[in-house]
């Protein structure tokens, strides 16, 4: 089991938003890790050797700890975190009238001005942010955001948007997993995606998968693994493949064939899609995920044979929900399609390619 530390500045930072970060990671990293939450003051009685990884979320408390990093020589192990908002924070602050002046608080002027820049790049941008300042006064603002700072402002006019802490972001939780396994064996992409952007969309494939490789029907969990190998399943390949037809399905617009924020880099589309369903109640709905996800179980068992057959699910799934039996009917015409066999000799994955694959999918359908 690793061992965390969560380190905290005394009367600038509140012991509650440790907690909250703490219970950040153990809903990601669940019964792996054991984490203590602790005060700059304890630092004496911390012991470094068996600490793995010291979690800092103030710049300023860096220099503060500088002496203890440098007198043991730990200095890989202590990491500063990114943190981000929440789906119902967001939905606080957007709820805002556009074009208001809004007075922004946390403990320190360190965190209120990053916590503005964070809202800029949540393109928060229908508000006039302005941080706060001793000489401020609050009721010359309609509204105030803080991050639980709610009794600076008992008894003025203005309305308090408490959006509570800051939680941590998925790039910071990526740097806590490579920090934690660093020498041992390598994280897969898959599985660090499947930990880090839970949401309901996920959860539905992890109980689809499940359904084939948890069940007692020896059959349905032999045809399963006709699909996927054990290694495969071993890597979590079933579960990339699962988000890469979910990805493609969201992001193909099959007016234009074009597969939007794709850009020749697949891995990094596929995670802004997961990270989108973090953000919305429901991505797609049940029934047309469930349908992707069949589409592409019965695609890779019947062509599993076929050089590319990856590459040609991606570019089929987008059309599942509104042409299935069109899809269904001429699903070898588009396998042995010369045309799109020629988008697979060299460089596959190529943004031309791809989209190219996507329009000839959609002239073989409306043939």
Not at 25 to 34: G, N, R, Y
């Amino acid at each position: 089991m690793k061992k965390i530390v969560i380190l905290l500045e005394e009367k600038t930072q509140d012991y509650a938003a440790g907690i909250f970060i703490k219970d950040n990671i153990v809903e990601v990293l669940e019964d792996t890790v054991s984490i203590d939450v602790l005060f700059l003051s304890d630092m004496e009685e911390v012991d470094f050797t068996g600490t793995d990884l010291f979690l800092v979320m103030v710049p300023r408390l860096l220099h503060r700890i500088y002496d203890y990093i440098q007198s043991r020589q730990c200095r890989e192990k202590v990491l500063l975190v990114s943190r981000t908002l929440g789906e119902n924070a967001l939905a606080k602050i957007n709820a805002i009238p556009a074009g208001e002046r809004v007075l922004v608080v946390n403990r320190l002027q360190e965190t209120t001005a990053d916590l503005i820049k964070l809202l800029y790049e949540l393109e928060v941008i229908h508000l006039d942010f302005v941080p706060y300042s001793p000489e401020i006064d609050p009721n010359d603002f309609k509204y105030v955001i803080t991050t639980g700072i709610v009794d600076l402002f008992a008894g003025c006019n203005t309305k308090v948007v408490n959006i509570g802490f800051r939680q941590l972001g998925t790039q910071a939780v990526l740097d806590i997993f490579s920090r934690l396994n660093k020498g041992a064996e390598k994280l897969k992409v898959n599985e660090i995606r499947k930990a880090i952007y839970r949401s309901p969309l996920l959860e539905q494939i992890d109980e689809y998968v499940k359904s084939y490789t948890e069940t007692d029907d020896a059959e349905r969990k032999q045809q399963y693994n006709n699909i996927f190998s054990s290694n495969d399943i071993k890597r979590y390949e079933d579960y990339g493949r699962f988000y890469t037809s979910i990805a493609f399905a969201v992001q193909s617009d099959i007016e234009t064939c074009v597969v939007k924020d794709y850009n020749s880099r697949p891995r990094d589309m596929i995670n802004m899609v997961l990270q989108e369903a973090q953000n919305k109640m429901q991505l797609l709905p049940i029934e047309d995920v469930n349908a992707l996800l069949d589409f592409t179980l019965s695609i890779r068992g019947k062509y599993k044979a076929i050089e590319g057959v990856d590459y040609i699910i991606n570019a089929c799934v987008p059309f599942v929900k509104d042409y299935s039996e069109k899809l269904e009917k001429k699903l070898p015409v588009i396998i042995y399609d010369d045309i799109i066999k020629g988008t697979l000799l060299k460089s596959p994955a190529t943004t031309s390619n791809v989209n190219d694959r996507l329009s000839r999918v959609k002239e073989i359908i409306n043939e």
